[in-house]
């Protein structure tokens, strides 16, 4: 960890790196976390409706159930708290401190953007068939044109909409 607390970017990076290849070697799967979400909503529905999610083409391929990626999704999500209580920056808020600076410190609009923004992007994801960073990572390890292409186009996505979010606000 640095002096900020945060994680060295490049060391972050090659131990993901080394758990992408962990991944492909022991299980034989490659990075990739869009389709839980979709597998979620599946199992969610079951509840209500079985006999319609057992006739939806879709998920007569992928079976609504708890599965790698379903389990990866879940590690993300306790690595990340983990992380944030070992370099000292995990804090529960509502509203992310350059989001206040920039926009106020109202939820309601946050949420709707927040809901609105998670709306596009899995139709975008669905679409694409899979995530962009799952797409990156998992292409650029078998260094694939398309992975690349995808990375770099998330990022590029990614910079633009900062800067139209966030131009002139402050840096915290």
């Known amino acids: 960890m640095n002096n900020k607390g945060s994680w060295n970017p490049y060391f972050a990076g090659a131990l993901s790196?080394?758990?992408?290849?962990g991944s492909v070697w022991f299980v034989g799967k490659y990075f990739g976390a869009s389709t839980s979400f979709v597998k979620s909503a599946g199992m969610i529905e079951q509840i209500f409706s079985p006999e319609r999610v057992a006739r939806m083409p879709y998920f007569i391929k992928e079976v609504p159930a708890i599965d790698w990626q379903?389990?990866?999704?879940?590690?993300?999500v306790l690595g990340a708290f983990v992380a944030s209580i070992?370099?000292?920056?995990?804090?529960?808020?509502?509203i992310p401190d350059m989001w206040?600076?920039?926009?106020?410190?109202?939820t309601r609009p946050?949420?709707?953007?927040?809901?609105?923004?998670?709306?596009?992007?899995?139709?975008?994801?669905?679409?694409?068939n899979g995530c962009?960073?799952?797409?990156?990572l998992a292409g650029a390890s078998q260094l694939a044109v398309s992975g690349y292409l995808a990375l770099i186009f998330f990022f590029i996505g990614g910079m633009i909409s900062a800067n139209l979010l966030y131009k002139?606000?402050?840096?915290r």
């Open 86 to 94: 070992l370099s000292g920056t995990f804090k529960v808020q509502t």
């Open 110 to 128: 946050r949420a709707i953007g927040a809901f609105i923004g998670g709306v596009i992007a899995m139709f975008g994801v669905r679409l694409a």
């Open 70 to 76: 379903w389990m990866f999704v879940l590690g993300i």
């Open 132 to 136: 962009p960073s799952g797409h990156g």
């Open 168 to 171: 002139g606000g402050k840096r």
């Open 17 to 21: 790196g080394v758990v992408a290849i």
């Open 100 to 106: 206040a600076g920039r926009f106020g410190s109202a």
